[in-house]
């Protein structure tokens, strides 16, 4: 069993930046994939990075070009740099972990973080 903890988010206007990080504890990520999905109101949770068991990474077309998944090892650490934020990013963002290859649905995911709330003013 792994434990997320994330950290980071809050309110920016568009046009800027923000990065996210979910600390893992317990497993680490050489044994699980990472992602990341985000919760709009009234949505469903939706995909929008992750990283592969063979190191390459995904991305939402929403969001490609300007966020970038990256993990840190030896912190147990994954990140989610997003630049360029539009009002439509306003969301609550959770970073995820998944044993397996497949990495689009929420249910291909074994554990979740708390969320945090990205909010993108116009």
């Known amino acids: 069993q792994v434990q997320l903890v994330q950290s980071g988010g809050g309110l920016v206007q568009a046009g800027g930046s923000l990065r996210l990080s979910c600390a893992a504890s317990?497993?680490?990520?050489?044994?699980?994939?990472p992602g990341w999905f985000r919760q709009a109101p009234g949505k469903e949770r939706e995909f929008v990075a992750a990283?592969?068991?063979?190191?390459?990474?995904y991305y939402a077309d929403s969001v490609k070009g300007r966020f970038t998944i990256s993990e840190d090892n030896a912190k147990s650490t994954v990140y989610l740099q997003m630049n360029r934020l539009e009002p439509e990013d306003t969301a609550i963002y959770y970073c995820?972990?998944?044993?397996?290859?497949?990495?689009?649905?929420?249910?291909?995911?074994?554990?979740w973080g708390q969320g945090t709330q990205v909010t993108v003013s116009s």
């Open positions: 317990g497993r680490t990520f050489s044994t699980y994939r």
């Open positions: 990283i592969s068991w063979s190191g390459g990474t």
């Open positions: 995820a972990v998944r044993l397996g290859y497949s990495y689009l649905r929420v249910d291909q995911y074994d554990s």
